[in-house]
Each structure stands twice: as C-alpha cells, then as structure tokens.
C-alpha cells in the first residue's frame, strides 16, 4: 500500500512538500487529477499516480498544461473534486483557459498547483505566479510549511466549493522540496462521478454570456475577501511597535529572526496565507498599530504595493518598506540569515553577522557542471550534428529538456532557449531573416506538449529548415513521467495507446523524414548531412532509449568500455563529447566502469582505436 494511503488520523510521518501535498488531496477526497510534469512540482504528480494505481482515483498525465487544466475544468463543473498541478510556466501555458474558466466558475473544488521557483533551479524564468490571482479574480493560498501544505491544499478545496471558483495554490521550492514530520488526518471518501446539467447561458462563453459571468466573478471575488479577512489562513501573532507582513517561506525566516534576535515583544507579525483578494481591512488595522512596517516576501512586491495602498487610503504615513537597494531584492531566494540582517537594519537593532569559517586552508572545491548522463544518447547526435555541420554556419535554437544542457562546451550546441516549444517556431523566424541554416533541435515530450503546432506552420509557410526530434521515449528531465509516445506496456502500465512521433511528422506532408540511431555515430553524422543539404522542411527523429531509463528496466546489459595502452593521450574523447564517465589520472584518461553504459560513441571516434569492450 503507497504510504500516503495510510489511514491512521493522528499517526506522524516524514513527508516531502509535495507528498504532503499530495497527502492534503487525499483527505481532501480529490477524484481526479491531471498535470503536465514540472519540477519543482513533479512529486506530487508522481504520488497521485501511484495512488491511481490502487485506488478508483482518475490520474492522467496530460499533452501540456493547457489541456490539463481544460480536461481539470470539465471534471470540477461536473462536480467532481479535481486538481490540476504544474510548475510556474506552465500557468502560462494554461493561462488562455484559466482566465475564462474564472467566468465559467466550477462546481467540485478544483485546486490549481502552481510551483513557483525562486532562484530558478530548475527554470527559465522567477516569474511570481501570486499575480495570476490578481489577473484571473481567483483566490490564492500560500502554505508555510510542510505540514501547512497539507492542510491548505484541503482548504483550497472548500474554499473553491464555498464560492464556486478555482483555488490556486501557489508554493515555492522550498516548500515543495523541504522535508518534516506531518500529522495525518482523516480522509474523505471518493466522488468518482459527477453530473453536467446544461446551461448554455452560464458555460457557453459568447459575449453576451460572458459579459454576466464576468459580474458573477466580481461577486464571488467579494465573497473570497469577505473570507480573507476572517479566515485561519491570515493571522497576527506576538505584540510590539513594529510590524512585518509576510507570506509563505518568509513566514519561518522571520520567525526565527525575531527569536534569534530577541525581539520579542518588539516586533509583532502578520502572516498572510490567502493573498488574493488581500485582507484589506486587517491590513489597515495591523498597519495603523505600527511604527513601522516591513513587508517580506520573495519575488515581487505584490504586497508592499497593496499594503501601501491600503495604508494611503487611511491616511496612515510610516515607513513602509521591503523592496529596495538596502532592503530586499526581487531576485532569488531569501534564507535566514538575510531576513535577519534587514529586519536588525530597518528596524535598527543592534545585529553582528556570524563570522565566517576561514576557508583559506582548504583546497577550492571543484567546479561540477550541469551535465548530460553517461550514455545519454543527446551527446552523441550532438556531436554528429557538429561533425556534419562542420562546414556550415547553423543556427540551432533549442527547447526545455535534458538536451538545453547540450550548449555547454564541448558540445556546443543550442543558441536560443525561450520556452517550451519555441525551437521549431523561433526557428521559422530565424529561417526568413538570416542566410544560415537553422536546425531546431526539441524532445520527443516537448515535440508533443507544443512543438507540433510549430512544425506545421514550418510546412505551410515552407520555411528552411532542419528539426531534429530527440525521441528517447520518455520525459526525462523532469524524473521519467510518460508522455504520449512512450511504450506504457514496457513500462508495465496497461490501458494506453502509443502515438508515434514518425507517423505524425510523415502526416504533415514533410517529404524528407529521416530516422539516425545516434549511437552508430559514422552512419548518422551521413544522414544529418542528407538532411541540412535538403531545401525546405526536413526532420531527423533520432532513436534512442534514455539510459536512465534503461537502467531502471534492466532491458539491455550494460558492457562498460577501457582504454587500453593504445591510447596516446590526444584526448579527443574528452574534448569531443565530455562523457562524465572519463576521468584523468595520473595525466591520462581512463573510464570509470560503474558508470559506463557502453554506448561505444568514444570508441568509434577515437583516432588510435584505443577504447574496447571490458570483458568481465
């Protein structure tokens, strides 16, 4: 039984955020669930899945975020009791059926994750998601910690049932990816079917429909601040002349700073864990009671802006700070000991930094670069793509996957990253303005999620063009969720129908398709030639199962390589293609065995034949 089906109300377990996520849907009785994978939201999709597995919970991972959250949207009007995950980006790519879902409002409660991620550990962006709330007129919650995540995820469906409306959920990393002991609760029994009775004039959005709904939105956003200012989810603790207003993580840090410094007393808190529509109100009386006001909170001022606002209209005039040179930034994270050193200065109490360890001893650590698995085979058709391309001067803008790492010297390849799906589209512009070849380069679960809409506005308009598809059959990045091209019965999952990437692209009318095995590095770097030599749209799908994944299936031996006294220290296995499996010692290369694939890419371009098969 997966643990967080463990019905035992009362009982403590170490959970991850997003397991104590997950676990919050579950006593919540959440029906059904979709997502698009995103870290750092991943875990709690995950969790769900494994669930649906042994329960009558619906879980489906979706094209893209768009179509997860349209097919979330049918479930909760149904009144089923729906949740939909994704990482900040992906609310972009939901945006289009999420502002006009906020007209259409919902019957079961429908929870919209959205994990944002501050410093950008695994993103392209620290866009601050708190402001698609305020643009869509939904309520937004923000947990605190591991165990308030799970208890607001269980608000956040009565909250979305209460005024009829979608709830977001907004985290952040460090509440996802943090771990704590978190008391489990009662679980609420499953509604699996719900009923859609029609009414084409409060869900067919036509102007003249829309026009009430958006009235009927406003109505409900009333009623959401009406429960903003009275509810659990915001609250003011401890006493003093000073006040900070914070939010989500910042809460903890600023807890801490307050007993670390001795403050208290002297600086009172409001926490604000419903952030749209903000507690007007309280925010006045909490402002009004001060001296002086610190807002902290990552990201943007979302608050400090509204918070000043309100404090205008009062005719209140303290200082009101958070967002400022000698303050706090807008970029990264925030940790403890920053929130410490601000609130001590802008509050001036005496504070002394901790000194830091003399490091001067110590050798420096090494610098570890992001880089691509041994065996993955996106080094090798990179390293094809340049060999084949050698005398060309090629564009190559690229997508969000594994293969993005792939711009990183010695590879060298990957010009541009906006989002996902935008090689094949940036590369039609590029295609028309410059002279140079231009080669897209997008995974097989982008190519999905929104690479195909590109590649057929490449054919319609006829642009030059070269797309290289990496089918490695799974969604790799993000910790190997299926999408629609993976075998499902490899994986041991029944029920799923396969969608191959080579007949969708040969339905499209494209007249040069052509199929590389990356790992037959001499036949593959002829074939890219064929390709970038033809006018017009052509695609290479290059076929190649994610080592990873094979590891984990145990589907193929692995036979590791050695080099062997052959080997005249020319290194171009090493400045070719950087497999982390070579190591040098003793001023030369070696392989470390235990985490060689065998993909034999170094042996076939080693000049001195010097790699071979190890024989035990």
């Known amino acids: 039984m997966h643990k967080l089906l463990n019905d035992s109300p009362g009982e403590e377990i170490m959970l991850l955020g997003n397991e104590s996520i997950a676990r919050g849907a579950i006593e919540a009785g959440v029906a059904f669930a979709t997502t698009y994978p995103g ?53 972009n790519v ?28 695994s993103s392209q962006n620290e ?16 947990p605190s910690s591991v165990q308030e995540a799970k208890e607001m995820t269980k608000y956040a469906f009565e909250l979305s049932e209460k005024v009829g409306e979608p709830v977001i959920l907004r985290t952040t990393t460090r509440i996802n990816h943090s771990s704590a002991f978190v008391s489990l609760g009662d679980m609420k029994k499953r509604e699996t079917k719900g009923e859609f009775k029609r009414d084409p004039f409060k869900y067919v959005t036509v102007p003249a429909v829309a026009r009430n709904l958006h009235v009927k939105l406003l109505e409900n956003l009333d009623k959401t601040l009406a429960i903003s200012e009275d509810c659990e989810e915001n609250f003011i ?33 409001l926490r604000i864990g419903l952030s749209n529509p903000l507690p007007g109100k309280m925010i006045k009386q909490f402002v009004g009671s001060c001296d002086k006001v610190l807002i902290v909170e990552e990201g943007e001022p979302f608050m400090e802006e509204a918070v000043k606002a309100f404090a ?45 360890i003399d490091s001067s001893k110590f050798p420096e650590i090494p610098q570890r670069p992001p880089n691509l698995c041994s065996g993955c085979s996106h080094r090798a058709t990179f390293y094809e793509l340049q060999a084949a391309a050698r005398e060309m001067d090629i564009i190559v803008p690229t997508d969000i996957g594994c293969y993005t790492l792939g711009f990183l010297p010695p590879l060298n390849t990957g010009d541009l990253v906006i989002c996902m799906g935008a090689s094949i589209s940036s590369a039609c512009g590029f295609s028309e303005v410059t002279d140079k070849k231009v080669v897209p380069i997008i995974g097989d679960s982008t190519f999905f999620h929104s690479g195909i809409t590109g590649l057929v506005n490449a054919v319609f ?44 692209v040969r339905s499209l009318g494209i007249e040069h398709v052509t199929l590389i095995k990356p790992f037959k590095v001499k036949k593959s ?44 220290n020319t290194r171009d296995c090493i400045n070719s293609i950087a497999c982390p499996s070579f190591f040098i010692e003793d001023d030369k290369v070696n392989i470390d065995p235990t985490t060689c694939v065998g993909c034999a890419v170094c042996a076939q371009i080693c000049p001195e034949n010097a790699i071979v098969p190890l024989k035990n």
């Open 312 to 356: 205008q209209e009062e005719g209140i005039i303290i200082p009101i700070a958070g967002k400022s040179e000698q303050l706090f930034s807008r970029l990264y994270e925030y940790n403890p000991g920053l929130v410490r050193e601000k609130m001590a200065s802008f509050f001036g109490f005496d504070y002394t930094p901790a000194t830091n």
């Open 461 to 504: 308009n006829n642009h030059n063009l070269t797309l290289i598809i990496l089918e490695n059959g799974i969604t790799a990045m993000t910790g190997h969720q299926p999408h629609p091209g993976v075998d499902m019965d490899e994986l041991n999952f029944k029920g799923y129908n396969r969608i191959s990437v080579e007949k969708v």
């Open 237 to 269: 603790e401890g006493d003093g002349k000073f006040g900070v207003i914070c939010n989500g993580v910042s809460y903890l840090y600023v807890s801490d700073a307050i007993k670390d410094l001795d403050l208290k007393g002297k600086i009172k808190i």
């Open 525 to 568: 770097i002829e074939q890219i030639k064929e390709a970038l030599a033809f006018k017009g749209v052509s695609v290479i799908i290059s076929q190649e199962p994610c080592a990873i994944m094979l590891k984990n299936l145990k589907t193929r031996k692995l036979r590791p390589f050695k080099i062997t006294d052959k080997c005249n």
């Open 94 to 121: 939901a945006a289009d059926p999420l502002m006009t879902l906020a007209y259409v409002g919902i019957k079961g409660g429908l929870v919209i994750l959205t994990a944002d991620d501050p410093y950008m550990f």
């Open 39 to 91: 870290t750092p939201s991943s875990e709690i999709s995950l969790n769900l899945f494994q669930m649906s597995q042994e329960t009558d919970l619906y879980f489906e991972y979706s094209t893209n975020e768009k179509v997860a959250l349209e097919v979330a949207a049918a479930s909760a009007i149904a009144g089923v009791r729906t949740m939909c995950m994704m990482k900040h980006v992906g609310l």
């Open 127 to 142: 866009q601050d998601n708190r402001y698609y709330g305020k643009l869509s007129g939904l309520p937004v919650l923000e």
